[in-house]
Each structure stands twice: as structure tokens, then as C-alpha cells.
């Protein structure tokens, strides 16, 4: 008997086998990614769909979703609590900011949200006059994009935790809200909170 013979035909089949394992899993892990990126295309789309929807029932010039994240750290290993602007929809001939929107610091802008989580007055920010804002950071941050008025509402998950928070801006007059427009914005932050978390 040939050893040569059946080392050399054991070691084609090993050879032969590994590799249809190997472009197997290969082709599994490619469809699982592919799922994943098609899911998760799906799920921008929808929370690009509520927003554009958001903006043109408002009648606002602007509508944009800022989620909370974590930045780096600091010295002392505590993070850095940041928000940045993951989604915008705009009206014609207003200018796009979420990517100037991007790893702001809770810190710096806390007067803002905490009128955003109803912390200091009612459940939402409100400002129909920029001008009359007693904050000049936050007055001067919103000016500076152009914005008449500006209301922002809190985006919380189903156990009252705020993952982010859903806003809109008139650039080219001064508006302040009406029932139905504060009903919508709310029940717009329920939905989105929906495909955020």
C-alpha cells in the first residue's frame, strides 16, 4: 500500500472541504451583513419619511432629530455627554446644518435641554421669538442659523428614558405653535422614538 498515495488524497479532500466551508461561512456572514445594512437603510428611510412628514405639516422651514450619545472621556474617566443632529429635513432655500450640529456638549447647551425635558417649563422647548430668549449662548446658537422660532420636544423611550429630541425651526418668519402643531410634534416624537431604539 501507497501511503503517499492516501496522504496526498486525504490532504486534497481536507483542502477541498475547508474550503466549501470557508466561502459557506463567507457567504453567510456577506448575506448577514447585507441584512443588516438593507434593515437598518429601512429603518433611516422611515425616520427620514416622519421627519419630511414632521416639516410639512408644521409648516416649519426645518425639521431635524438630535440623538444623545457619549463622546470621549474625560481626565477623570467620566464621558463626555454629548447630542449631534442624525437626521434633517428642510424646506426649499433653507440651509442644511446637521453636519455643523454634530458632538455638542450637553454641558454647554444645558439651559436648552433642560427646557427640552420639561425640567424648568412645560414638556417641550418653546421659543416663537429668538429675540426674547434670556439665554444669549442659546439665543446667539439658534440666531446664527438663521432661526425666527425654534421648539424642540423631547424623543423618550416607552419607560421615560430621552434618547434624543425632535425639532423644528422657522427661518423665515417668527410662528408660534397651535394645538394641532403641538399635537403633531408630539405624537411625531412617540413614532420616532419607535425606530430609534
Known amino acids: 500500500m501507497d501511503w503517499s498515495i492516501i496522504v496526498s488524497s486525504a490532504i486534497v479532500s481536507i483542502t477541498t472541504i475547508t474550503g466549501i466551508l470557508l466561502k459557506e461561512y463567507l457567504q453567510r456572514r456577506k448575506n448577514k451583513q447585507n441584512t443588516c445594512v438593507v434593515k437598518y437603510t429601512k429603518k433611516n428611510q422611515n425616520i427620514q419619511t416622519a421627519i419630511e412628514y414632521t416639516l410639512e405639516k408644521s409648516g416649519a422651514d426645518r425639521a431635524y432629530i438630535y440623538e444623545f450619545h457619549n463622546g470621549e472621556t474625560f481626565y477623570s ?5 454629548k447630542f449631534s443632529c442624525t437626521y434633517e429635513a428642510l424646506n426649499i432655500g433653507v440651509s442644511a446644518e446637521s453636519m455643523h450640529l454634530q458632538g455638542l456638549r450637553v454641558s454647554t447647551f444645558n439651559d436648552y435641554i433642560k427646557d427640552v425635558l420639561g425640567i424648568t417649563e412645560g414638556e417641550y422647548f418653546s421659543s416663537p421669538d429668538i429675540e426674547e430668549l434670556s439665554n444669549p449662548l442659546v439665543k446667539n446658537w439658534l440666531q446664527s442659523r438663521g432661526i425666527h422660532s425654534s421648539y424642540a420636544f423631547p424623543i423618550k423611550t416607552l419607560n421615560n428614558g430621552i434618547v434624543g429630541m425632535l425639532c423644528i425651526d422657522f427661518t423665515k ?10 399635537a403633531l410634534m408630539q405624537n411625531q416624537s412617540i413614532i420616532i422614538s419607535g425606530y430609534l431604539i
Open 77 to 81: 474617566g467620566t464621558h463626555q455627554q
Open 173 to 182: 418668519k417668527k410662528t408660534k405653535l397651535n394645538k394641532d402643531q403641538i
